[in-house]
């Protein structure tokens, strides 16, 4: 699927970056699902995850599940890269391709503040959720501005990128950048470095899923019969699919230097951003999650006042946070649902 | 470390392939240690892991280990592929390079089957031990030549090679043909594809040792201070450091096509072969082992009648079996001890 098209643009002005940049004239691509309540009361926010388009979070977004639309505000911005919010691919020099500055997870939580407070006048979150990457800016959320944030639900994510997972991130990026199509990011936008990005997805197979899915050729559950199969039809499809590489790249600088602890203020102490949380914080990693490991985020939560784990049991690693995988979609719809139902 | 020089060359003869080409004039690199007993009853073989040359087995054979040189005649034969056996960097044409045939594990136990009986009339070995690769070609042993093997223990490795595993393998294929440099295997001996191998470098580094590992920062403990020097001064030097792409690309074709299934006789049916093997078999997978990890080789252990599993309780992941941490060197020391020392 390529990307949609049934987003709306919010202009954020000029936006001041951590990494000293401005980038000028920027914009935050999004879209909303139900109706929001007179008193805006009623705001759940979810982020996305990296390449994703807003319309990867809508599993979470049906009628009777626990963010309901036709109960509460939901508002999915896309991440800025992604694409359709302001990205390597759609900005003009001095900024275009791979001379767009890097964004962290606090400046992208700061485009996304300007768009609730501006856009709606929205002072506080019921619930902050995401996946993966938008499980950083989750937590983001919470150390950037617990007086908004109720509630938040990091699903197969970390307040802070671990060595490990940068070692992937770096593989992916010396892999995708080998491709002499490349031209340091200078292509041409209908010629894509091709093969770079199919190597990317044989990378990305190895890690997304857990040994054991492996094992248990569960790519047959997701419609794809042979590993051949699966790592063509679905893995470099995906890639291929208008994914562009200068975007992928600048999501993975984002990824890559992901931590609380630079949140201005905290210099550097992710610890200490982490005790600055005031909302309840549910962690869902997964068992067999390669990159995010659930260990991972029991240390982490250590630090969070009321920060609990709860670990996916599953086979699907990574994806488990997806959407992919019924059972693990419903263990975490009832999450959401018990967290929703707390007094806040 | 470049290759070592310090090995004989046994000549092969024409060594007929597997998939059906003949290796004419083939030759296998080898080195002994210790004396050979006049009646040839205290030999141990010792065969290599991907990309390793004899010496990377050489800290199972001090003085003192279970694999005493001063009671045992240990002959580690290196891989056809690895650089000092035959292999496409050093075979003339037409085999030469990219056009070296591909060569399975039977065929490697084949070479070696030649060296031991036609050289010095070996016909028992009391221990066949390997780790990784090693020991696919350990199972390969036990099931090609019941009637020599009396012992066997594989580290880190598998009797069939996983799809997971596999999709490892794949990545780092589509990544090291990927640099143009690579010239479809074609480069010139002084100028390899450099910028395929520092990708093929970060791949390997993140699969190579656990999550734990680089959350501990252990690599201090192996003299590497930061990440950026691990990934730069080990893994990039490790494989810029005489490593042969095309020899690479062969022995990735080995280990992808792994099964003891497919020796002959068995007809792809790896639970058979397995059946079929008679002396005792002490496996050691890591618990952190990102490729092989325990749970594959204890589900294969229960086909061996006379087979265990003995887990590595370590950070170390696949590197635990190649003697790079001295506490998981002395408990594969002391399993090795053990069974050497059970009647046969």
Redesign the interface.
């Given at each position: 699927m390529p990307a949609p098209t049934d987003h709306e643009l919010f202009e954020l002005g000029d936006l001041p970056l951590q990494h000293g940049e401005i980038l000028r004239g920027a914009t935050l691509a999004y879209k909303t699902y139900g109706t929001l309540a007179p008193d805006r009361s009623n705001v759940i926010l979810h982020p996305t995850w990296f390449s994703a388009w807003h319309d990867a979070n809508e599993w979470t977004i049906k009628p009777g599940s626990a963010c309901d639309p036709g109960r509460y505000f939901v508002v999915v911005p896309n991440q800025i890269n992604n694409g359709l919010s302001s990205s390597p691919s759609n900005t003009p020099p001095p900024f275009n391709g791979p001379y767009f500055p890097p964004v962290t997870f606090h400046d992208q939580v700061e485009a996304q503040h300007r768009l609730l407070t501006q856009k709606w006048g929205i002072e506080s979150l019921e619930l902050v959720l995401g996946s993966s990457m938008g499980a950083a800016q989750t937590y983001q959320w919470a150390v950037s501005h617990p007086e908004m944030v109720k509630r938040a639900a990091p699903i197969v994510g970390s307040p802070r990128t671990?060595?490990?997972n940068?070692?992937?991130l770096?593989?992916l990026r010396?892999?995708l950048t080998?491709?002499?199509a490349f031209h340091d990011g200078l292509y041409p936008p209908d010629a894509p470095p091709m093969?770079?990005l199919?190597?990317f997805a044989?990378?990305y197979?190895?890690?997304g899923?857990?040994?054991?899915?492996?094992?248990e050729?569960a790519y047959r559950q997701m419609g794809y019969p042979t590993?051949e199969d699966f790592?063509v039809g679905y893995w470099e499809g995906f890639w291929l699919d208008g994914r562009d590489p200068n975007n992928l790249l600048a999501m993975l600088w984002t990824w890559e230097n992901g931590d609380v602890g630079k949140t201005p203020g905290f210099d550097g102490d992710t610890e200490a951003a982490l005790r600055s949380i005031r909302c309840p914080v549910v962690s869902m990693p997964a068992r067999t999650d390669?990159?995010f490991?659930p260990?991972?985020e029991q240390a982490w939560s250590e630090f969070i006042p009321h920060g609990e784990v709860r670990v996916l049991d599953t086979v699907y690693g990574h994806f488990a946070g997806l959407g992919v995988h019924e059972p693990d979609n419903a263990v975490i719809d009832e999450a959401l649902r018990e967290l929703l139902g707390r007094p806040a």
């Open positions: 671990s060595e490990h940068q070692v992937f770096k593989s010396a892999t080998l491709d002499p093969r770079g199919r190597a044989r990378i197979a190895g890690w899923l857990s040994q054991r899915f492996y094992w050729r590993l790592l390669l990159y490991p260990e991972d």
